[in-house]
Each structure stands twice: as structure tokens, then as C-alpha cells.
């Protein structure tokens, strides 16, 4: 497979504006995809935080199947809280999980008659959902969200209740030293799909599936095995994607395969595992 490599210049921008403006924050809150913590988790984002804590957000929970890792990182001593944002039922313990983990912050400027807002900087790669969880916290659509990496591509202060949120863009390392993470950012739509060849990521696809989720395969499209491109062939036949000649529409099947896992259509997936979130330095 072609190896993935994605830094455009705006991202160097957001890294530099951070820097800049992480001092106006009291903490961050680490947005991670839960399908790919290790994958999604950016050691020069959390470098930018400096001696600030940092709050780890699971996002897209219910997608994922990361109960271990959660535990792992948990243990790591780290804070970490479980999230799905499109759920209005996740609000209330994501500020109980933001207060405490600046809870000596806020003690300070209590301390020192200071009457504001916590201020949270709010980072990520691409499509982890930072926006979504600011919309999430303020109760409205205050923050561009969508489900192409690249959305935000500037800074802005969003107003939510106690605290106030540094919405930034989502910025990715410079390079991928792991392939098998870059692939999962992939996946998951991290990486914009214009500069991937999709066929090969639709086939890395099944091929991960059909080891760590057979049994949604072959719900899903009556897959049992075989070949990556069997797999996709099989794909073709189920949902009729055939042009003239019966030869089978390989660009549309790949499209499904990629946009049902994307959309959950097949089932809760994590593809990291604890030893890949600890070569990440996650824990």
C-alpha cells in the first residue's frame, strides 16, 4: 500500500496558533475517535499543553469497543472520560469530568477573587469531533462540524456556561512513523479522502474486519472469507453493485464498505489495542 503522509500548510498554521494561544487556557480537553485512540492521539498536541492537565475524551463511543484501553489509560493516570457527543445524555458528566480535572485551577482564582470561566483549549486530529463537543457543552451550533477532515481551519472562543472552549483545527503529526495508525486514520476519515487511493484502504478494510469483526462481515454483506478483493467481489453481489456485463462496480463497493463502517452500520469496532496506545504514548 502506498504509504500516508498528510500535513497541508494550514495545519503547520493551527500548531503555531496554539502554541501562541495555549497560555489564555487553564486546561485541554484531548479529543480522541474511540474506534483508534492510539491512532488519533497526537504526542506534539499534547507537548503544546505543556504543565496545563489535560482531560482525554473517548469520542464516538458508542462506534467503538474500547472498554480495555479506557481501563489502560485510566491506569496510566491520566484523565480520561468516555464520550458519545451527538448524545445530549453525555453533557452532564463531561462537565463533571472537565471541573475536576481543573478543579485546582479553579481553586486559585477563587482563591484570588478571579469571578471567570474555566478556559478549556480543545484539540484533536481531523474528525475526532471536537466541534461537536463544543455544540454538545454550549447547547447549540455554535462550531462548523462535518464529516470531512479539515472542517475548522481557524481559531474561535465559543461561550458554554462555566467554562470557555478554544475551538482549534484539527492537525495531524507531520509525518507517520506507524503505517498501521496512519491506515486507521484512514479509516475512521482523518485523513482527507481526496489524497488516498480508496481502493487500497477499502481492502486493508476487510481485510482488518475479517480479522477483528467476521461476524459482522458476514451479517452485513455474507462474507465468510477469502481475499480482499473476494471480499469486496461479495460486497458487489449482495448490494447489487454490478455494471453491464455483470462486471462488478468495484468503485461503488468499496464506497459502502468504507461509508457503512464510518457510519456504523456494521458494528462497535476499536482497532487499537493497548500495546499500540503505549508505542503511541498514550500510556
Same mark, same amino acid.
Given at each position: 500500500?502506498?504509504?500516508?503522509?498528510?500535513?497541508?500548510?494550514?495545519?503547520?498554521?493551527?500548531?503555531?496558533?496554539?502554541?501562541?494561544?495555549?497560555?489564555?487556557?487553564?486546561?485541554?480537553?484531548?479529543?480522541?475517535?474511540?474506534?483508534?485512540?492510539?491512532?488519533?492521539?497526537?504526542?506534539?498536541?499534547?507537548?503544546?499543553?505543556?504543565? *496545563?492537565?489535560?482531560?482525554?475524551?473517548?469520542?464516538?463511543?458508542?462506534?467503538?469497543?474500547?472498554?480495555?484501553?479506557?481501563?489502560?489509560?485510566?491506569?496510566?493516570?491520566?484523565?480520561?472520560?468516555?464520550?458519545?457527543?451527538?448524545?445530549?445524555?453525555?453533557?452532564?458528566?463531561?462537565?463533571?469530568?472537565?471541573?475536576?480535572?481543573?478543579?485546582?485551577?479553579?481553586?486559585?482564582?477563587?482563591?484570588?477573587?478571579?469571578?471567570?470561566?474555566?478556559?478549556?483549549?480543545?484539540?484533536?486530529?481531523?474528525?475526532?469531533?471536537?466541534?461537536?463537543?463544543?455544540?454538545?457543552?454550549?447547547?447549540?451550533?455554535?462550531?462548523?462540524?462535518?464529516?470531512?477532515?479539515?472542517?475548522?481551519?481557524?481559531?474561535?472562543?465559543?461561550?458554554?456556561?462555566?467554562?470557555? $472552549?478554544?475551538?482549534?483545527?484539527?492537525?495531524?503529526?507531520?509525518?507517520?512513523?506507524?503505517?498501521? $495508525?496512519? *491506515? *486507521?486514520?484512514?479509516?475512521?476519515?482523518?485523513?482527507?479522502?481526496?489524497?488516498?487511493?480508496?481502493?487500497?484502504?477499502?481492502?486493508?478494510?476487510?481485510?482488518?474486519?475479517?480479522?477483528?469483526?467476521?461476524?459482522? $462481515?458476514?451479517?452485513?454483506?455474507?462474507?465468510?472469507?477469502?481475499?480482499?478483493?473476494?471480499?469486496?467481489?461479495?460486497?458487489?453481489?449482495?448490494?447489487?453493485?454490478?455494471?453491464?456485463?455483470?462486471?462488478?462496480?468495484?468503485?461503488?463497493?468499496?464506497?459502502?464498505?468504507?461509508?457503512?463502517?464510518?457510519?456504523?452500520? $456494521?458494528?462497535?469496532?476499536?482497532?487499537?489495542?493497548?500495546?499500540?496506545? *503505549?508505542?503511541?504514548?498514550?500510556?
Amino acid at each position: 500500500m502506498k504509504p500516508i503522509q498528510w500535513f497541508p500548510g494550514h495545519m503547520a498554521k493551527a500548531m503555531r496558533m496554539m502554541e501562541e494561544n495555549v497560555n489564555l487556557s487553564d486546561a485541554v480537553v484531548f479529543v480522541l475517535d474511540a474506534r483508534a485512540p492510539a491512532a488519533t492521539y497526537n504526542e506534539k498536541l499534547t507537548a503544546i499543553a505543556g504543565s *496545563r492537565p489535560v482531560l482525554y475524551l473517548l469520542n464516538k463511543w458508542d462506534l467503538g469497543n474500547a472498554d480495555t484501553l479506557l481501563s489502560a489509560v485510566k491506569g496510566a493516570g491520566k484523565h480520561v472520560y468516555p464520550l458519545d457527543a451527538t448524545s445530549p445524555r453525555g453533557k452532564n458528566g463531561l462537565v463533571s469530568a472537565m471541573n475536576a480535572v481543573a478543579a485546582e485551577k479553579a481553586q486559585r482564582l477563587k482563591e484570588k477573587d478571579m469571578a471567570r470561566p474555566l478556559r478549556f483549549l480543545v484539540a484533536g486530529v481531523p474528525n475526532t469531533g471536537k466541534s461537536t463537543v463544543i455544540n454538545l457543552l454550549s447547547g447549540a451550533k455554535r462550531a462548523v462540524t462535518g464529516d470531512k477532515a479539515g472542517v475548522t481551519r481557524s481559531k474561535q472562543w465559543v461561550k458554554c456556561g462555566a467554562f470557555d $472552549l478554544m475551538d482549534t483545527p484539527g492537525t495531524m503529526p507531520p509525518s507517520f512513523a506507524n503505517q498501521t $495508525l496512519a *491506515r *486507521r486514520l484512514a479509516y475512521i476519515g482523518s485523513v482527507n479522502d481526496d489524497i488516498l487511493e480508496l481502493d487500497e484502504i477499502a481492502l486493508a478494510l476487510l481485510q482488518d474486519l475479517l480479522e477483528i469483526a467476521p461476524a459482522a $462481515l458476514l451479517e452485513r454483506y455474507g462474507i465468510d472469507g477469502g481475499t480482499p478483493l473476494q471480499m469486496l467481489e461479495q460486497v458487489c453481489t449482495k448490494r447489487g453493485f454490478l455494471l453491464k456485463g455483470k462486471e462488478f462496480d468495484y468503485e461503488r463497493g468499496e464506497r459502502a464498505v468504507i461509508d457503512d463502517f464510518r457510519k456504523g452500520k $456494521l458494528c462497535r469496532i476499536t482497532f487499537d489495542t493497548v500495546d499500540d496506545a *503505549r508505542e503511541a504514548g498514550l500510556i
